[in-house]
C-alpha cells in the first residue's frame, strides 16, 4: 500500500528522506514484507518467537502498540524500546541497560538489518519485526502489520478482544486506511519533508481538506464506524495525538490545532482515555523524538515547553453517541 518510490532524483539528507525532483517526499517501501499466515513461505503464528521493535515517538510503530494492548498481544509477542531520540546510528536501545536490547543484543537499529541482509542500504526503520529464533528481520511493512495483528493472530487474543477488522466492514476499513494514510498520516510527513515550497502547500492543503471531512464524520459517529472501534481509528488517532505537539511547530501543520476541531479532538480525548491508547502515548518520547531529533532543524537543540497537554484528560462529549 505504500507509494511508488522513484529511484531518479532521489537525494539523502541528515534525515534521509526520499525527495522527487519536485521536493515531494515519496516514503520508501518497506523491505521485509512476508505476511503472517499459515500458507508455505508465511511467517508461523507463533507464540514467543518474535520480537517488535519500536520507539514511541513513532506513529507507525505506535499504532502496533496500542492493537497488542487492544487484543493482548502483548502476552506473546516481546518488546523491545528504543530512545525516542534518533541518533545519526538510527534507532539507539540506550534506555536497555547497557545500552543494548537484552534479547537481540543490539545496540543500534540498523545492525539487526545488517545481519538480516547485508545489502540493504535503505533506512532501518521500526516497527520491526524479528525472529528471535533466526535473530533476523521478518517484517517491516507497517502498514500491513495490525491487520496481521488483528486477523491470523485472532488464536492468541484476549479473550473480549474486540474486532477491530470485522469482516463486513473490511471493504470499507481498507478504503478509509488509504486516504487516512497518503493524506493524513503520511501527509503530515510530505508537508514536514517537502523541499519546496509549492510541495509543501500542496500536502497542507490535501492534509486539512480531508481532516475537516474527518471532522464533519465524527460529528455523526462516536469512532469512523459508528460506535465501534476499528483499525482506521488507531491509525487516526496516532496521527492526532502528534499533531498539536509536533506536527504542528515542527512540519508546519499550522492551519489551526487539533483542538481547534471540536470533534476531532472531542474523539482523540475519548480514544485516548481509552485503555491501550492514552497508556502507550508518551508525550514527552513525542515531543524530545520530533523537536530534538533534527540537528539541522534544531542546531540548539531546544525543546519547545508548550503545549498544555492536561486537557487530554479533560471531558470529551463522544457519549452523546
Ligand atoms: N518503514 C517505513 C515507515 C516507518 C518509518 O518511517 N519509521 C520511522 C520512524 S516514525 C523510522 O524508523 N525512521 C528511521 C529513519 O528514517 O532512519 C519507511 O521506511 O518509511
Not at 474486540?162 to 487516512?180: F, G, M, Q, T
Request: proline share 5%; charged share 25%; net charge negative.
Amino acid at each position: 500500500m505504500t507509494e511508488k518510490i522513484s529511484t531518479q532524483n532521489i537525494s539523502t539528507s541528515e534525515l534521509t528522506k526520499e525527495i522527487t525532483s519536485t521536493g515531494a517526499f515519496v516514503r520508501q517501501g518497506n523491505r521485509f514484507t512476508t505476511p503472517f499466515g499459515s500458507k508455505e513461505g508465511e511467517l508461523p503464528v507463533e507464540t514467543n518467537r518474535y520480537r517488535l521493535l519500536w520507539a514511541p515517538i513513532c506513529p507507525w510503530a505506535h499504532r502496533q502498540k496500542i492493537v497488542f494492548h487492544l487484543l493482548g498481544l502483548d502476552e506473546v509477542i516481546s518488546t523491545g524500546t528504543a530512545n525516542p531520540v534518533r541518533t545519526s546510528k538510527g534507532w539507539e536501545f540506550s534506555l536497555d541497560e547497557g545500552g543494548v536490547d537484552p534479547v537481540l543484543g543490539i545496540r543500534y537499529l540498523p545492525e539487526i538489518y545488517a545481519l538480516t541482509d547485508p545489502d540493504y542500504d535503505g533506512r532501518a526503520t521500526v516497527p520491526t519485526i524479528v525472529d528471535i529464533t533466526t535473530k533476523k528481520v521478518v517484517n517491516n511493512d507497517y502498514f500491513n502489520l495490525t491487520i496481521y495483528w488483528e486477523t491470523v493472530w485472532k488464536p492468541f487474543h484476549k479473550e473480549n478482544a474486540p474486532d477491530l477488522y470485522p469482516e463486513h466492514l473490511r471493504k470499507e476499513i481498507d478504503e478509509l486506511n488509504n486516504v487516512i494514510f497518503h493524506e493524513v498520516n503520511n501527509g503530515v510527513y510530505k508537508a514536514g519533508f517537502a523541499t519546496s515550497q509549492e510541495e509543501y502547500e500542496k500536502a497542507y492543503d490535501v492534509l486539512f481538506k480531508r481532516l475537516d471531512l474527518l471532522e464533519d464524520r465524527l460529528s455523526r459517529s462516536r469512532y469512523l464506524f459508528g460506535n465501534q472501534i476499528t483499525d482506521s481509528d488507531v491509525r487516526l488517532y496516532v496521527t492526532l495525538a502528534r499533531f498539536d505537539i509536533a506536527y504542528y511547530m515542527v512540519f508546519r501543520t499550522n492551519r489551526n490545532r487539533l483542538i481547534d476541531f471540536p470533534n476531532l479532538w472531542n474523539y482523540a480525548k475519548d480514544l485516548y482515555q481509552t485503555p491501550a491508547f492514552g497508556d502507550t502515548t508518551d508525550f514527552d518520547a513525542i515531543k524530545r523524538g520530533y523537536h530534538l531529533g533534527s540537528h539541522s532543524e534544531n542546531p540548539y537543540q531546544i525543546l519547545a515547553k508548550g503545549p498544555d497537554l492536561s486537557n487530554w484528560n479533560e471531558p470529551h462529549d463522544r457519549a452523546r453517541f
